[in-house]
């Protein structure tokens, strides 16, 4: 009676075992499934925007450094004395104002010799002309006249030019920096005083890609943003192609030549170079903000109606498409494959998206715009 009162408790108890365990593992998730079936899945608002049809210009994107036109460290050939500083620092001159002026007292005074050395050879000179006239004078006698006299006259020359190589003038009109030197100070020949930038025009070089070399021709215009200035654009046009291709990064170093009538720009500063080259074609953009990024894929959700018939006014759901980007234009991206014009794109709100999720359109739901931020 034991044994059989122990199986019949284990064959109940296997059973109830059993049963839970079906009714946990088999028929609640199925409940469950047909249950969520039912209940509709609630639709989430998005912002969309149109995708459009444009028409772009292929642009060469580059950073370039501005350079003076011309620019140079101004130096004395001469050693000596700083005697006289003629300008002050940040000063605009023109071309032939002083700058400096090193202590010639020496050179002033052989000046001053040489004058009257080369005045006595030339009393010498007449005299012995006069009487060679007179057949009294041997032509040794006049060569020699003719030979002091063009010594003294070479030596008044030299002295004039090294008093005038020790006055430094500005070889171009432009703008001074910070003076290295002050008077009383004993400066070296070619020792550096003073930069002396010219800034209108102003030069701006930047590497191209060599793909672009047939893109690239002496005239094309180019426009330079300096964000250092608040974002400030200048343009003008290219006036060099370097003859070479650097053969380690594969860039054409290329020159343009800007306008800077406010002189805001300054040698050293970088800029973000654009040149349109190319032939312009036509492309579909749509905002950059649209763009899911992945290492699989760059997808963008499009808004399709559910009915075709009822189009957007009808039940909506969000298809999730795969595209190939293209060039970026600010805040809009070219899209080569996925997309079509007037597709309603997803721009604000796809993180809470799946595919084929149910959608509602939005009115002003997106973020405000931020303002641009300096592309350096």
Known sequence: MRVRSFLLTFIILSAVVGGLAYFQFKVKPSMVAAFMAKMPRPASGVS???????????RLAAIGSFKAVPGIDVAGQLAGIIAEVAVKNGQDVLQGALLFRIDDAIEQAELKSNAATLKNAEIAYQRQQSLMARGVAAQANLDAAIAARDTAAAAVERAKVIIAQKTILAPFAGRIGIRKVDVGQYVAAGAPLVTLQQLDPIYIDFAAPE???????????????????????????????DARVDRETRTLLVRAEMANPDKKVLPGMFGNVEVEAGKPHDVVSVPRTAI????????????????????????????????????????????????????????????????????????????????????Q
Do not use: H, M
């Not at 964000?227 to 192609?241: C, E, Q, R």
């Not at 190939?324 to 007037?342: W, Y």
């Open 211 to 241: 793909q672009f070399f047939s893109d690239l021709a002496i005239g094309q215009s180019v426009t330079a943003q300096v964000d250092l200035l608040g974002g400030l654009k200048v343009t003008g046009k290219i006036v060099n192609l």
């Open 292 to 375: 899911a990024y992945s290492l699989y894929g760059d997808s963008v959700y499009v808004v399709v109606p559910e009915d075709a018939q009822k189009g957007l006014d009808g039940p909506l759901r969000a298809e999730r498409r795969f595209v190939r980007l293209g060039d970026t234009r600010g805040e809009r991206v070219a899209i080569s494959e996925g997309v079509k014009p007037g597709d309603k794109v997803v721009s604000q709100g796809q993180i809470k998206l799946q595919p084929n999720a149910p959608v509602t359109i939005e009115a002003n739901s997106g973020l405000p715009p931020q303002k641009p931020l300096p592309l």
């Open 48 to 58: 969309v925007e149109e995708a459009r049809s444009e028409t772009w210009t292929p």
